[in-house]
């Protein structure tokens, strides 16, 4: 048993007779089959991916501290999901309601401190990253770009994934110009195929604060974004997924950005071009959105990118980022 699964099974999070083998799901395991059960979306509650040990577990956000599902349904001999990626991906949503439930009545060992807790991504196994480009007014101002008529869509990879409180090797030998991009992300639950702007919300299992971290100088070596984009790493996620139906409104919602505690971004997500309705529905009729697949939607104004010349400072080792969305909590994470 390695330090970190020690400490967090001597915090609660997992305090139970059988703590040794819960919770663990292998990064490279399909997600477990779907079982008899109604496919449903998670509501009313605030997620998060644990590491523990070599693999991931659930977490729910309560007021008794963070929930290890896995090891709370092994304790209590229920049905639940895993990880998240089998919450999303298999439609579990009932079984962690029913999960969660139960444990309200269940011991304290049930739970742990969230700052003892080991984050993942919020997802690790999504079909698809989707990402837009240029979709707030500012932001396209300062950048000098002509808004766009029709969303630009890209893609990152699964190597990028990164988490709350992570960190970013940032690789120098390639590049110098790295910015940071505060953006709301959309977390698909349902799959997802020539929907209407009308029922487009209806597809998403939450959103969570994340960064479209850049090297800028790649990014515009060709006509195309990904090299600058995918990096390891280059897509931090977290520290929670909310739920939709605690999010009436997605496109009224204040995002920020600091490095090193300076305040660079201070926007509001009613700036986007293409609200999160049209964006899901456009996307939709390019591509099948499967479950568990995620969506960040652009970043406003305020990055390096869009300064002046002489007055762009680019990120560096040792720099320090903290970004976060209104409602959805503070991503931060360091630079190597």
């Known amino acids: 048993m390695d330090g970190d699964r020690r400490n967090f099974l001597k915090t609660g999070a997992v305090g139970l007779a059988a703590a040794s083998t819960a919770g663990l799901v292998t990064p490279a395991a399909a997600a477990p089959a779907p079982g008899n059960h109604p496919f449903e979306m998670a509501r009313n509650m605030t997620l998060l991916n644990m590491r523990v040990g070599n693999g991931y577990a659930l977490g729910v956000k309560t007021g ?3 929930l290890n599902v896995p090891a709370a349904a092994q304790s209590l001999n229920m049905a639940a999901p895993s990880d998240m990626d089998d919450l999303l991906q298999n439609g579990r949503g009932g079984l962690l309601t029913n999960l969660v439930r139960a444990a309200a009545n269940g011991p304290a060992s049930l739970y742990a ?7 993942a991504p919020v997802v690790t196994r999504p079909e698809k990253i989707i990402m837009m ?17 029709d969303p630009p869509l890209f893609n990152k990879y699964n190597n990028t994934l990164n988490h709350h409180g992570g960190t970013i090797k940032l690789p120098t030998a390639v590049a110098k110009n790295f910015d940071y991009e505060v953006e709301l992300v959309i977390v ?10 009308a029922d487009a ?3 998403v299992a939450g ?3 994340g960064n479209d971290f850049s090297a800028r100088d790649l990014q515009i070596l060709t006509s195309q974004f990904m090299i600058g984009k995918t990096h390891d ?3 931090p996620l977290g520290p929670y997924m909310v739920t939709s139906d605690l999010i009436p409104d997605p496109n009224n919602l204040r995002l920020e950005t600091r490095v090193n505690g300076e305040q660079r971004q201070d926007w509001n997500t009613n700036d986007m071009i293409f609200n999160c309705r049209q964006l899901i529905s456009f996307a939709s009729k390019m591509m099948t959105i499967k479950p568990g697949d995620i969506f960040f939607t652009g970043t406003p104004q305020g990055v390096i990118f869009g300064m002046p010349k002489d007055k762009q400072v680019w990120l560096k080792p040792g720099d320090k980022i903290a970004c976060s969305l209104e409602k959805l909590g503070e991503l931060r994470f360091e630079l190597t």
Do not use: D, W
Not at 113 to 119: A, D, L
Not at 133 to 149: L, V
Not at 188 to 197: A, D
């Open 64 to 66: 008794r501290g963070i």
């Open 113 to 119: 401190r969230e700052e003892t807790v080991q984050y």
């Open 133 to 149: 480009g240029f979709n707030y007014r500012k932001h396209a101002e300062e950048t000098n770009t002509t808004p766009p008529k």
């Open 188 to 197: 698909f639950g349902r799959e997802c195929r020539n929907v209407s702007e």
């Open 201 to 203: 919300l209806n597809y």
């Open 207 to 209: 959103y969570c604060t």
């Open 233 to 235: 790493g280059f897509a």
